[in-house]
């Protein structure tokens, strides 16, 4: 069975790019709905009904496992679809089928504690604050996961989010570096103003910033740690295939990449972040 990979659009690749490393000999198919991208404006239940159809999709090309590389459909979608839709969804297909986020391996990442940890509330005079960005789309800020999901755990972390509304669709668009810069430079900006002074480490909580890290990395203060989804990924997935060998994940090391959108190669900025030539098929 194929391990299956969904983002609104080419964002995704960043964390795919990650699991094709560590699983080479699995067989993939990426899935990016450009028609309907970005998700990160839309209300929720445009988010879940878009992410059910692209997980149908991909289970419907003999995936397996379907990983959410979409912080937005992560957050918004994957809940409701794994408490309303996958069980009976996963009977009528009668094989294993699974669909798996990025935002809890992020949230274990940043905070050092599994996702079924939960801090005592003790009272302790916290010494140190920890401030941790988050950069996101506004769909996924306004969900505020991150603050809610990290101040659960640790009490010495405050999370600020900053919703970049344009940067994923301008990614999209194959924007020049010149506009992609201003933007992110924009947004470090006005988080550190927020803050009333640098984050301490950031999160590039959305997966198209991934291809722009370089960019964050130049409008941060140097050597500010940056929390890397794709590796969190990679690292959790391992960890679920070694407690669900009934995942088979292939070892013809197939590669097949489809959009909703416009088929054919994506842009410059893409290809390079990707390393080569990428040709999409129709989905
Ligand atoms: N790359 C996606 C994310 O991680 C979504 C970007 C968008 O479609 O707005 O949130």
């Given at each position: 069975m194929a391990i299956g990979v969904f983002d609104?659009?080419?964002?995704g690749l960043s964390v795919h790019r990650t699991l094709v490393a560590r699983f080479p000999a699995a067989d993939f198919v990426y899935l990016a709905d450009q028609a309907n991208t970005?998700?990160?404006?839309?209300p929720g239940e445009a988010i879940v009904d878009l992410t059910r159809a692209g997980c149908e999709r991909l289970f419907a090309e003999g995936c397996g496992l379907v990983v959410l590389a979409c912080n937005t459909a992560s957050g918004i979608a994957l809940r409701r679809l794994q408490q309303t839709w996958l069980p009976g969804y996963r009977r009528q297909l009668g094989r294993p089928a699974n669909v798996l986020g990025i935002i809890v391996p992020t949230i274990e990442a940043a905070t050092?504690?599994?996702?079924e940890h939960e801090a005592e509330?003790?009272?302790?005079?916290?010494?140190k604050l920890d401030i941790l960005a988050v950069f996101s789309t506004p769909a996924t800020a306004s969900s505020r996961v991150y603050e809610i999901e990290i101040d659960k755990r640790r009490q010495d972390v405050a999370v600020f989010s900053q919703a970049c509304p344009n940067l994923a669709g301008l990614i999209e668009q194959g924007a020049s570096r010149e506009a992609l810069a201003a933007d992110v430079a924009a947004h470090v900006k006005a988080i550190t103003s927020r803050i009333g002074r640098s984050p301490d480490r950031a999160i590039l909580?959305?997966?198209?910033y991934e291809i722009v890290a370089d960019l964050f990395r130049a409008a941060l203060?140097?050597?500010?740690p940056l929390i890397h989804q794709p590796q969190a990924t990679a690292d959790a997935l391992a960890r679920y295939f070694e407690r669900h060998p009934?995942?088979?994940?292939?070892?013809?090391g197939g590669r097949r990449f489809l959009t909703t959108g416009k088929p054919g190669a994506q842009s410059s900025l893409v290809e390079a972040f990707w390393g080569g030539p990428l040709s999409f098929e129709p989905a």
């Open positions: 609104s659009g080419v964002g970005p998700y990160g404006g839309r050092g504690l599994p996702w509330r003790r009272g302790d005079k916290v010494e909580g959305c997966t198209h203060p140097p050597g500010t009934e995942f088979e994940i292939g070892t013809g």
